[in-house]
């Protein structure tokens, strides 16, 4: 590797600094209220559609109580975002999943509907394959799509309705956590089977496990941003990056080699991108009017790039 002579004497990271983090309880009312709203409706629903971000946390952040309060219906696990993630750790991603007790599962990209006609025929033998009780009279079918803020479940319902019916967006899409805050009505997605899909409001466990878990979701949006602290977001997305040795963000942003120290990457994403602020500085001649690097800026800039894959295709989960 050309950066092997440079990295040999940086003395990486091995862990990562949580600085006297604490491990947050993270549960708004909206969430808890749309867990009971979920409960309350499980009567109507024949299967659940659990949506998670498969690019970079097949396994972190997925909420225990959903599985716990809603695990009664047939279940199938959705790992959308396949397009920005790396494709050669799929069969042990597999693997791993089954020794979980997921045994179906189906890979995703909302954006260019890559293996969303998979969907439906999966979740009709599902159904088929499970008693339906009170329901065995209905003609239709009705799915409830699951999962923590920000995976994509809205993108899912939009890209299977565009697939089956030709129509648009029925359901709100966001790049931020928090868009769908309220159990919806039923939204239909396909005529041959009847099918609805019931959008709901994403929920984190009100428990993080630990605080790398938290870091994770935080990075990948599943947590707002400023309740974490973008620089520290941003440093954790440094930490993960080099200890992958993914190490595109180095031309990405004109760096003249990989770096560990957070200051001096986000200072010269700043410089490199004009994102700089006028601040003043009292001296003792008087106030003195001074251009220095927006470091919040910069941090932002940085976490958005890793969002979109312009930084590389990582995994932030571990699979052993």
């Not at 003609?139 to 890209?159: A, D, Q, R, T």
């Not at 009847?194 to 878990?213: A, K, N």
Request: glycine letters at 8%; charged letters at 25%; a positive charge.
């Amino acid at each position: 590797m050309r950066l092997a002579p440079v990295l040999r004497g940086l003395g990486w990271r091995e862990r990562f600094d949580c600085r006297g983090l604490e491990v947050a309880r993270w549960f708004p009312g909206h969430m808890a209220k749309g867990l009971k709203d979920m409960k309350s409706r499980l009567r109507a629903v024949d299967c659940i559609l659990e949506v998670h971000d498969r690019a970079h946390i097949p396994f972190s952040g997925r909420n225990p109580l959903l599985q716990e309060a809603l695990g009664i219906r047939p279940h199938l696990l959705v790992l959308n975002k396949m397009d920005l993630a790396d494709l050669t750790h799929k069969p042990q991603v597999l693997k791993r999943l089954e020794q979980q007790g997921f045994r179906h599962v189906v890979f995703t990209d909302c954006l260019k509907d890559e293996n969303v006609m998979k969907i439906v025929p999966v979740v009709t033998e599902l159904i088929s394959n499970n008693q339906r009780y009170q329901r065995s009279e209905n003609v239709e079918s009705c799915i409830m799509v699951i999962g923590v803020p920000n995976v994509g479940k809205s993108s899912v319902i939009n890209s299977v309705r565009r697939r089956h019916l030709k129509k648009g967006k029925a359901s709100l899409v966001g790049g931020a956590p928090g868009v769908t805050r309220a159990v919806l009505t039923k939204i239909q997605v396909c005529e041959r089977p009847l099918i609805f899909l019931l959008d709901t409001p994403g929920v984190l466990s009100p428990q993080i496990e630990c605080i790398e878990t938290g870091l994770k979701l935080a990075l990948c949006g599943a947590i707002k941003d400023h309740l974490v602290g973008e620089e520290i977001i941003a440093d954790y997305l440094l930490y993960a990056l080099n200890c992958q040795k993914q190490f595109s963000y180095v031309e990405h942003y004109g760096l003249p080699n990989p770096c560990d120290n957070v200051e001096m990457v986000l200072k010269s994403i700043a410089l490199h991108l004009g994102k700089t602020q006028r601040v003043k500085v009292l001296t003792g001649t008087g106030n003195v009017v001074m251009t220095s690097p927006n470091y919040k800026a910069a941090a932002c800039e940085f976490i958005h790039s890793f969002r979109k894959g312009l930084l590389g295709k990582v995994m932030l989960d571990q699979l052993e």
